[in-house]
């Protein structure tokens, strides 16, 4: 990140920004940062944004970040509270469920549009992207498994190549807008225990591009389907453990203060 600005230079650098970093402001750069850092769980679901807190940790002026929390809420990721400043939204099973179905319908419609009307540069663009992921190691050795940043990028961008032959720019809009509110409870399927994930993802990666190559759209779009399902069904276990070792600890709690 850019070196903090200084109160008194506000006005001088809000104009030189755009040149100083790549024709992107700062509000911009903070917008990605934040969200990354709430996907990624480094700012945990239901905590306090406290505005002078992240400037400092940011390095970077109150008036952006406050911008840029600001457009994180439009999307979901950050509420903004009356009187009281922002926070990182919760998770909860109920919305992971109906962002699943949803995401189901219109990216199984996109890819069916895709399979349907793309033609041969299309097809080599699945299997570019499919094999660029398939040689990206999922998680970071010695991370206590931790999802590597540039697996998930790489990830991100073959699910955004299967549905680009789509002709629908709101259907590919939408996809977008919906694969973003999944992003953050995607990383919690990791933190189920191994022996508990039985899922092969790399081959259900491969069992989808399989199915487009063969021009099977109502095979493809159950593959596609079953592989969010897949996701969702591990986020929903880690959700459950996480409520009953709350409750456990709670129960605990409540037993000593008896005693």
């Not at 199984?108 to 990206?136: F, N, P």
């Not at 697996?151 to 299967?162: G, I």
Request: aromatic fraction near 6%; charge should be positive.
């Amino acid at each position: 990140m850019p070196t903090k600005p200084s109160k008194t230079t506000d006005r001088v650098e809000a104009a030189v920004l755009p040149q100083d970093l790549g024709g992107r402001t700062w509000a911009s750069i903070l917008e990605q940062t934040v969200r990354e850092d709430i996907i990624n769980g480094k700012l945990p679901a239901g905590s306090k944004l406290r505005l002078k807190e992240l400037a400092e940790h940011y390095q970077a002026g109150v008036i952006p970040l406050r911008e840029a929390l600001s457009r994180l809420c439009t999307t979901g990721f950050v509420l903004a509270i009356d009187q009281k400043g922002f926070r990182v939204a919760e998770l909860s099973p109920e919305e992971l469920l109906d962002i699943t179905r949803v995401r189901q319908q219109i990216e199984t419609s996109a890819l069916r549009d895709a399979i349907v009307s793309a033609d041969i540069t299309w097809e080599g663009e699945v299997v570019a992207a499919h094999h660029r992921l398939t040689r990206i190691p999922m998680v970071i050795r010695g991370q206590g498994g931790a999802l590597n940043p540039e697996w998930e990028a790489a990830h991100t961008s073959f699910h955004e190549v299967l549905i680009a032959g789509c002709r629908s720019p709101w259907l590919r809009r939408f996809s977008t807008v919906l694969r973003d509110q999944t992003a953050r409870y995607r990383f919690l399927s990791l933190a189920v225990p191994k022996a508990e994930r039985t899922r092969d993802v790399a081959a259900e990666h491969e069992a989808i591009v399989s199915a487009i190559l063969a021009r099977d759209a109502n095979k493809a779009c159950k593959l596609l389907a079953e592989h969010f399902q897949q996701t969702t069904d591990l986020v929903l276990k880690y959700l459950q453990q996480q409520k009953s070792g709350t409750t456990r600890k709670r129960r605990g709690a409540t037993a000593e203060a008896a005693i």
